[in-house]
């Protein structure tokens, strides 16, 4: 039998792809490290597909979306333009009904959108995987992969209307008012919003609470974050305290540790991540912090939108609200759309590859549940109803060494035509007005401010000045080192880290955008934030104190 | 309209199709092959003599003063890097690097800028330097003239924007020798370590840079001061405000005494008002620098611009405003080197941000009768079309 190690129909083939565009670009911020097989599958065909359905849904002039590729578990994109302008001009005016349920009713488009996608889990989830007869078991699969679809559809068609209108209000502040998102007015405008992600921590925070009254706080506190799940069982309180976990867990544990893979446990399955979080509460001790915020916050961004609108005449204020309106929904949206969508479909997905997994590894099929990452629906289906007298293992271990070769190097950042320079390519980029490109890949750059004599420069991710102890941490499991009023250093953040921003007296960021989350949480927090300084984890040593100005966008090292 | 995207990927949109780039093509023909006068430039020669000199050329045409000099072109670069084979030395020594590795970059950097700084200058280009200097010393009628010397990257940034570079500024530079020494130190300096690591991870070619010098006359500052093209008080942009002292303008800027104050009515450009201040203080040019100076009792009371300057500014100050379609904060000089008019210069101008009251941009406007949503989708399928 031939075995394909790549996304049957869409591996990058330089021949042919180079011909249909000339530039691809790496998806850095969510295929590195390289995706599993299994998990490329459905990232290639269905992100792929929600790109090019939301596009057209919104009929968006100048783009129809983006084509993918997979080569050696990176995700290679390039934008499909509208190149004829006559067909500009038919794609402008159904953007105009298009665009429309945005600005008219946003709360209503993305309400419902969620209750849908609730729907599809819990249907998903109605099904028993353990007891589930291998019929059952495969529908759940096939299930899943159309829900998949449908959530990259709406994920989408709701990206590409919100950051169309969240460029549109960036302008209109940059243009009438001279600010622009970098701005504490501009930030101030935005935040004191509550949204799913920040509910999920205010839950934790409740846990942490109870975990004092019930006396189990010092088992949390004593063990690291790996030991603190064993601790707890050991111990009666211990095992009440879980009980009342696995409420919340049942509830919001739907969610994966990485952003975009499955081969890592859901908070429900292992929840040490989770006692993570109540951990850095109980270290940070007093009340929820954003709850202490929110009040300063929203009263701040009462007088900001005051001050703003004192500069909007009569006669345009009408519009103008509606437009700072969608902006502040826009960007709660930014964060919570994570949770409903890619990370409660991540879990499900998982969910039902290992249960299928479990079955092939009590049939001799395969050695390992978590060994179906290592391959196709197809051969899944060959094999879920009747499993007897198959074995995949040749394919399991052929593309598991395959895998490993694409973790050992790193996957150029773009693939290029020959003659064909990364600034023609960043031009096409450009030329797009592609929203989501526009706010991912083109992302504002430092301008260096040679007068402030500061040792790195970035942009205002949310506005302040401290100092402190710097933390740099490079990967999740290292969250744990943070102490409270610590500087956190990364390359970036992720939503599962939101809880130690409690702990936290400001973040420096080697990559971000002001919707990124990094800058989305130091607002909601109100600690400094500075964004895109490029060198950030490598400049600054862990326990070095630095000094973050983030209205300026830059950084001190105080001892060098 | 609409600033959103980031102005530096359209210079690297003109710059499809090579780097090479000629003057001719430009449908230009100086007196010079490598120089252009700031009068000479303009946008569309933005890859030949950069963002900075380019914005220059363009406030000249639109009839705004700014202190003479002329930009030495990317030609002139490209040239002396061919002739002194720096290209290939810039590749095979950046060849193996990565951008991760600093300590690398930094001995790479140091020895391409060492490699710049120690090949020489082609005879040609450097006589073009020269008899550029001398005739803009002619000019001010003053034999070495001191000058700024910047950098003005052709690709990389606009006028404001050397995140990059940090390209260098060298100011108060006189004589034929220093000057070209300085425009050969701002070639170099597109090799710094930071502006190495910023190309590598953003994946600019490091050998598909070009870089332009602009050579400026130093303002001999006799008075200076700001101005705003609205009462920054009442947001009235029927208004102009000037503000003014002996010297340079960092003792305005810095608040640092309490200068004449004039507004002038912008329909009849007549001054409206005018407060003189007690001006005990002012900056005063001392070796490469400025220095704090008493100012004289007899002139600490008595207007540091005449009505025909006050005019002068303000006219100067319409202009900029309308050049650039809203209300300007504009860092003004009268050059003691030069005659009246031609000694009224603009040194600086930024739009009125936020912090002091401006007006709501026109163009973004709402017409009467229009719905709130058609205005908002308008204004999206403008930034579409951008």
Request: net charge negative; hydrophobic share 40%.
């Amino acid at each position: 039998m031939k075995i394909y190690d790549v996304v049957p129909g869409f591996e990058f083939d330089e021949e042919v792809d180079l011909e249909k565009s000339p530039a691809w670009f790496l998806d850095a911020t969510h295929s590195v490290p390289p995706w599993t097989p299994m998990f490329g599958w459905f990232w290639i065909n269905f992100c792929r597909h929600g790109m090019q359905y939301g596009a057209e849904k919104l009929s968006l002039p100048t783009v129809k979306g983006w084509d993918w590729r997979f080569k050696d578990g990176g995700g290679y994109l390039t934008l499909n333009l509208v190149m004829d302008e006559a067909e500009r001009k038919e794609r402008e005016v159904k953007f105009r009904e298009a665009i429309r349920p945005f600005i008219e009713d946003y709360d209503k488009l993305w309400g419902d959108y969620v209750d849908e996608m609730l729907g599809h889990y819990a249907r998903l989830k109605a099904c028993d995987v353990d007891s589930a007869s291998n019929t059952e078991l495969l529908a759940n699969f096939e299930d899943v992969i159309n829900v998949c679809r449908r959530m990259w559809e709406i994920h989408m068609h709701m990206m590409y209307g919100v950051d169309t209108a969240f460029i549109l209000f960036e302008n209109v502040c940059k243009d009438t008012l001279g600010i622009d998102d970098t701005h504490p007015t501009f930030h101030d405008l935005l935040r004191g919003y509550d949204n799913k992600v920040f509910e999920v921590d205010r839950e934790l925070w409740k846990l942490s609470k109870k975990a004092e009254e019930m006396g189990v706080a010092d088992i949390i506190l004593n063990s690291s974050s790996g030991n603190a799940l064993a601790a707890l069982k050991d111990n009666e309180a211990g095992k009440k305290w879980l009980e009342d976990l696995q409420v919340l867990l049942d509830e919001d544990g739907w969610r994966m540790q990485r952003m975009a893979e499955i081969n890592l446990p859901t908070w429900l399955e292992d929840p040490t991540p989770a006692v993570a979080s109540v951990k850095f509460f109980l270290k940070q001790g007093g009340d929820f912090n954003l709850d202490t915020e929110r009040g300063g916050l929203v009263k701040r961004r009462e007088e900001a939108t005051k001050e703003v609108l004192e500069k909007v005449p009569e006669d345009q204020q009408g519009w103008f609200k509606m437009l700072l309106g969608l902006a502040q929904k826009t960007g709660t949206f930014s964060e919570e759309h994570n949770h409903y969508l890619d990370l409660y479909t991540h879990a499900l997905m998982r969910r039902s590859c290992v249960a299928i997994g479990k079955r092939l590894v009590g049939a001799g099929v395969i050695d390992d549940p978590e060994d179906t990452f290592f391959l196709m629906p197809d051969e899944i289906r060959a094999v879920a109803l009747v499993p007897d007298g198959s074995n995949l293992r040749h394919i399991v271990e052929r593309r598991r060494k395959e895998w490993e070769g694409w973790c050992s190097k790193e996957n150029p950042p773009a693939i290029l035509k020959e003659g064909f320079t990364m600034d023609d390519a960043m031009g096409v980029l450009v030329q797009s007005n592609d929203p989501i490109a526009l706010k991912v890949v083109v992302g504002a750059m430092p301008v260096p401010k040679p007068e402030l004599n500061a040792d790195l420069y970035g942009i205002c991710g949310s506005g302040g000045v401290t100092e402190g102890p710097a933390r740099v941490i490079m990967e999740e499991s290292q969250l744990d080192e943070v102490q409270k009023g610590d500087i956190l250093v990364a390359a970036s953040t992720a939503p599962s880290w939101t809880p130690v921003f409690g702990l936290l007296n400001g973040v420096v960021v080697d990559r971000g955008a002001s919707l990124s989350h990094s800058a989305i949480v130091s607002r909601e927090y109100g600690i400094p934030c500075v964004i895109n300084v490029f060198e950030g984890t490598a400049k600054i040593k862990t326990g070095q104190r630095i000094k973050v100005d983030g209205d300026n966008g830059v950084v001190y090292i105080m001892d060098k | 309209m609409m600033s959103g995207t980031n102005p530096k990927y359209y210079i690297w949109l003109n710059q499809i199709g090579g780097l090479r780039i000629r003057q001719e093509e430009y449908g230009m023909v100086s007196q010079f092959k490598y120089i252009l006068w700031f009068e000479e430039c303009s946008k569309s020669a933005l890859p030949l003599v950069g963002g900075k000199n380019a914005n220059l050329g363009e406030m000249v045409n639109a009839g705004i003063r700014v202190p003479p000099g002329f930009a030495v072109t990317s030609e002139a670069f490209q040239q002396y890097m061919d002739e002194a084979m720096l290209w290939d030395r810039v590749r095979d020594t950046l060849s193996d690097v990565s951008a991760d590795d600093i300590k690398e970059i930094s001995k790479a950097g140091s020895s391409i800028r060492q490699a710049i700084l120690s090949a020489p200058i082609p005879d040609e280009i450097q006589e073009e330097i020269i008899a550029a200097y001398t005739s803009l010393c002619e000019k001010c009628d003053m034999t070495d003239l001191p000058v700024a010397v910047r950098s003005s990257a052709t690709a990389e940034d606009l006028e404001d924007a050397s995140f990059a570079g940090q390209q260098d500024t060298y100011l108060w530079i006189w004589g034929n020798d220093e000057v070209v020494k300085a425009t050969h130190e701002c070639w170099a300096s597109l090799f710094t370590d930071r502006a190495i690591i910023y190309r590598m991870r953003v994946g600019f070619p490091q050998d598909g840079v070009l870089i332009s010098v602009g050579i400026q006359k130093m303002v001999n500052s006799r008075s200076a001061g700001v101005m705003f093209t609205l009462d920054p008080v009442t947001g009235d942009r029927s208004k102009i405000t000037i503000d003014a002292n002996w010297g340079f303008g960092e003792s305005i800027v810095q608040g640092m005494v309490s200068p004449d104050n004039f507004i002038i009515d912008k329909n009849s450009l007549s001054i409206k008002q005018s407060i003189i201040g007690q001006k005990d203080k002012k900056f005063v040019a001392k070796g490469c620098g400025t220095i704090v100076e008493p100012v004289p009792p007899e002139e600490q009371v008595i207007p540091c611009i005449s009505v025909a300057e006050v005019t002068e500014i303000a006219k100067m100050g319409m202009r900029i405003e309308k050049h650039y379609g809203s209300p300007q904060d504009i860092e003004w000089a009268i050059d003691a080197d030069l005659p009246f008019p031609e000694n009224t210069f603009s040194t600086q101008s930024r739009p009125v941000t936020a912090a002091g009251k401006s007006d709501f941009g026109g163009d973004v406007s709402k017409e009467e009768g229009k719905g709130d949503t058609d205005h908002i989708i308008d204004l999206m399928l403008m930034g579409f079309s951008r």
